[in-house]
């Protein structure tokens, strides 16, 4: 961060990871309903290619119309690198962000 005398800045980010045989991107969108839900948070999805993720199995989260994250099905070479034998799904919201809104 070019605005900082230390050149970064600190970044609240919530992130969830579930790994286990039948995960899918549905299951992963009902916990972000529900959090989202809990918090009285409106949110909208939008389709995304991100590497990180399969294709067609992921998507960016935006709040008033402003991007606070991604999440989906993790890409099985993503994976693999890190030497996981499970599918997972990953969610990352940007909390900085989305409270500034």
């Given at each position: 961060d070019?605005t ?5 800045r600190?970044v609240?980010?919530?992130?969830i990871v579930n ?5 899918n991107?549905?299951?992963m969108?009902?916990v ?9 948070i409106q949110y909208?999805?939008t389709e995304?290619e991100?590497e ?6 992921n ?6 119309n ?7 099905e ?7 690198n890190f030497?996981?034998e499970?599918?997972c ?9 989305l409270?500034?809104?």
């Amino acid at each position: 961060d070019n605005t900082k005398d230390v050149g970064c800045r600190d970044v609240l980010k919530l992130s969830i990871v579930n790994c286990h045989s039948n995960v899918n991107f549905t299951e992963m969108k009902q916990v972000l309903d529900y959090l989202f839900n809990t918090l009285g948070i409106q949110y909208e999805l939008t389709e995304v290619e991100h590497e990180s993720f399969i294709k067609g199995r992921n998507a960016k989260i935006k709040h008033n119309n402003e991007y606070i994250g991604n999440f989906g099905e993790i890409n099985p070479k993503v994976l693999e690198n890190f030497g996981i034998e499970m599918p997972c799904t990953g969610l990352e919201i940007n909390l900085t962000e989305l409270f500034r809104l």
